[in-house]
């Protein structure tokens, strides 16, 4: 099974900062890499596929990067509404999808 | 707005059985394959299972391989999560989810919660 590995695994930040959040794959999966969004008691929310792709409705704030083993979320500008648990997911060898551990984005 | 709506779960002693369902609406659900994802309390999330769109075809994770059964009613727009031999472990929030193509869950329900205990 492909392991997923997110860094960090929890973040401090304020309303307007950049935040940039890794995830890094066992194997390379080319470009097969999404992103999704859990605000706490909710369910998850995809923002981004196949590595650098907006989901509609997704804010542009939000870009993702990468490709082969080495992946990038970026939010531009922290909104409150940002203020959430990532988690990345490849889709290159299934089954098993694989996710990442998460990463939470607290308020500082 | 397409919309997954899971139920049935709740609390049951270890070695117990449940089944979940999932309605689908507003989706051509018969076109889509599904999954179910799982979340125990605190943790990450972890695939449980998917079927293709006509339910000939499943697939599972190792922890549930044998005890859980996947299978979808296309007539009636729901998808089933059979879980039989129930584990403390898999005490969590159950997810259904439908797959935007290439394994990438695009929309989710809400969850329904399943205790194991005794």
């Known amino acids: 099974d492909i392991q997923m590995t997110q860094s960090p695994s929890s973040l401090s930040a304020s309303v307007g900062d950049k935040v940039t959040i890794t995830c890094r794959a066992s194997q390379n999966i080319i470009s097969h890499l999404n992103w999704y969004q859990q605000r706490p008691g909710k369910a998850p929310k995809l923002l981004i596929y196949?590595?650098?792709n907006l989901q509609s409705g997704v804010p542009s704030r939000f870009s993702g990067s990468g490709s082969g083993t080495d992946f990038t979320l970026t939010i531009s500008s922290l909104q409150p509404e940002d203020f959430a648990t990532y988690y990345c997911q490849q889709s290159y060898i299934t089954p098993p999808l694989t996710f990442g551990g998460g990463t939470r984005v607290e308020i500082k | 707005e397409v919309q997954l709506v899971e139920s049935g779960g709740g609390l049951v002693q270890p070695g117990g059985s449940l089944r979940l369902s999932c309605a689908a609406s507003?989706?051509?659900?018969?076109?889509?394959?599904m999954h179910w994802v799982r979340q125990a309390p605190g943790k990450g999330l972890v695939w449980v299972s998917h079927?293709?769109?006509?339910?000939?075809?499943?697939k599972y994770a190792d922890s549930v391989k044998g005890r859980f059964t996947i299978s979808r009613d296309n007539a009636k727009n729901t998808l089933y999560l059979q879980m039989n031999s129930l584990r403390a472990e898999d005490t969590a929030v159950y997810y259904c989810?439908?797959?935007?193509?290439?394994?990438?869950?695009?929309?989710w329900g809400k969850g329904t919660t399943v205790i194991v205990s005794s």
């Open positions: 196949t590595a650098s």
């Open positions: 507003r989706f051509t659900f018969s076109s889509y394959w």
């Open positions: 989810a439908r797959d935007g193509g290439y394994d990438t869950p695009d929309v």
């Open positions: 079927i293709n769109s006509d339910g000939s075809r499943a």
